[in-house]
């Protein structure tokens, strides 16, 4: 039984499917650059947010993308993954990389807009952003996977996006740097994924304000790091036995 | 093929399950019949590897459902009674997707693909998506989709809900054939009764037992002689009536007076000079599926 033959699969599924629904990518790209542009305009400065709302973009994507299997359990095509051969492994991956090909594609429609940003990285950095940009969306579907997994309904979902994730992303440096936070929010934000997300990028896009974020090889191990642990996870917790009904 | 072990399960306090066990030879096509509710969709659940019951053993063709999950997954077949399909993917995705799924790919799965469209009639609308076939012809794929890795053993719950009596007709044409043909051991859950009087053996699940196994002309003759089933203004003082005059066991279900007794045309008889005028209809039959079902039960199948 072929390990990798599931994993195409699905995540071929995930790129028909978001295909079909073209809104889907409207919806997700358009309101990070909604916020770009309020907050960037705000305080005059478009650069310097460019990066962030690049994160809230592909964090929006990666996460509404992982919660479709809410959908899929409730509509039942989970179901025959489920009752089938495959390993829970590898569909875990199908859709982890599904989403997070799906993240990708939106986060570089986003990025798209670098030049308007006063973005002045050549080609070395935006080479960098698009493979940062995979990681942290690797990573982010990872996190989606483990929180929609254990859901039956995707409104305690949107509760999650606006009590956790949205906050992640306020305490990311994103608006406010890391230098300047006070003490225990920079703890917050030392132990914050996100952190790390947006410092890679600002390193490879806007070299000239990551002073003070952490660097690019910590970032890197780390985003790396907290991406391989979400996936293990969501493998352990897809694999688990239950007296309860799957779906 | 399928052997059930002293099959418990419990959700919280509620017992949907109390020590069911049965046994289904290979090729036999075995319906497990019962009200909503009496624990056949929990079975299903089990049987199909979806959930480990409290307690008791499951095994499919040799191999212990718990521990050889992955085994058992690759030699049945599952048609679920809601839908398992992708509605935005065609029904050509969705066969190929769940080949995938199944280590199945190549030339191998575009032949059985081809096979399995062929002979559920799906084969011209393999390009349309889900969403756009009507309840007929997703069933259909459905039972493709089941199909497609040729398992020994086919589990459908419920496999005719939504279909009209025509599509109801050829699903069993099918599945006699699949039997017959190939050798395929069915299982399958029905609350109807002409489905559950064509199938080799039947069990009947009610309140989360097993209350009687057989064939259905076994299980019709375990009602001896015949069946009278009389209508009343008030059933519940006739019933009482008869019950302290001819020392028999009416029922009183539905608005009607049963009684399963031989010789009825002589008891009705004695039933209208016993007790003239209260009595405003009357029939007499052969035993069928469904007084069994009753008499078991308290229900009136439907």
């Known amino acids: ?247 | 093929m399928i052997s059930v072990q002293n099959v418990t399960h419990r959700y919280g306090s509620r017992t949907a399950l109390a020590g069911v066990t049965f046994r289904v030879s290979k090729g036999e096509i075995f319906g497990l019949l019962g009200p909503n509710g009496g624990g056949k969709s929990t079975l299903f659940r089990i049987l199909s590897t979806m959930m480990l019951p409290s307690e008791g053993r499951t095994v499919i063709d040799g191999l212990d459902v718990d521990r050889d999950a992955a085994e058992v997954r690759r030699r049945i077949g599952v048609v679920f009674q809601s839908q398992s399909l992708d509605k935005q993917l065609t029904v050509a995705e969705n066969l190929r997707s769940q080949g995938s799924l199944h280590g199945m790919s190549g030339s191998r799965l575009a032949a059985r693909m081809e096979q399995v469209m062929e002979r559920l009639r799906i084969a011209d609308r393999r390009n349309d998506l889900v969403d756009s076939l009507s309840g007929g012809l997703r069933r259909r794929t459905e039972i493709a989709k089941g199909l497609l890795h040729s398992p020994r053993v086919l589990l459908m719950d419920e496999a005719s809900t939504g279909l009209d009596p025509r599509a109801r007709h050829e699903l069993w044409t099918f599945v006699e054939e699949l039997r017959t043909r190939e050798g395929v051991t069915i299982l399958l859950t029905t609350h109807l009764l002409d489905e559950a009087g064509r199938c080799d053996r039947l069990a009947l699940l009610h309140e989360g037992h097993i209350v009687t196994e057989g064939s259905p002309a076994e299980m019709r003759a375990r009602i001896g002689g015949d069946v009278v089933v009389l209508e009343s203004a008030d059933t519940a003082t006739l019933g009482g009536n008869i019950e302290a005059r001819f020392g028999v066991r009416p029922k009183v279900v539905d608005g009607t007076v049963r009684v399963e007794i031989p010789n009825g045309h002589r008891f009705i008889a004695d039933l209208f000079e016993a007790f003239p005028g209260t009595i405003d209809s009357v029939s007499l039959h052969k035993p069928t599926l469904e007084d069994l079902f009753i008499r078991e039960t308290g229900a009136v199948c439907t």
């Open chain 1, 1 to 247: 039984m072929s390990f990798w033959l599931p994993v195409i699969a699905l995540w071929k599924r995930e790129l028909v499917r978001f295909w079909r629904q073209k809104s889907r990518i409207l919806g997700v790209v358009a309101s990070p650059l909604v916020f770009w542009l309020l907050i960037g305009s705000g305080f005059g400065d478009m650069g310097l947010f460019f990066p962030g709302s690049l994160v809230l973009t592909v964090m929006f994507s990666a996460i509404f993308s992982t919660i479709t299997i809410i959908e899929d359990r409730r509509e039942g095509f989970l179901l025959s993954m489920l009752v089938s051969p495959a390993s829970r492994t590898s569909l875990v991956l199908g859709k982890v990389f599904g989403s997070a090909t799906l993240a990708w594609i939106q986060g570089m429609i986003f990025l798209a807009f670098a030049p308007l940003a006063g973005v002045k990285a050549g080609a070395a950095g935006l080479l960098g952003a698009a493979a940062s940009i995979f990681l942290i969306a690797f990573t982010l579907a990872g996190l989606g996977f483990l929180i929609a997994w254990k859901m039956n309904s995707t409104q305690g979902f949107h509760a999650v996006m606006n009590l956790a994730l949205l906050p992640m992303w306020m305490v990311s440096g994103a608006i406010f740097p890391v230098a300047k936070a006070q003490v225990w929010v920079k703890w917050v934000m030392l132990a914050n994924p996100l952190t790390y997300s947006l410092a890679l990028l600002r390193g490879q896009l806007t070299p000239e304000a990551a002073a003070g974020s952490p660097p690019t090889q910590v970032s890197i191990g780390l985003t790396v790091l907290f991406g391989v642990v979400l996936l293990v996870a969501s493998a352990k917790l897809a694999n688990r036995k239950s007296t309860a009904s799957a779906a």
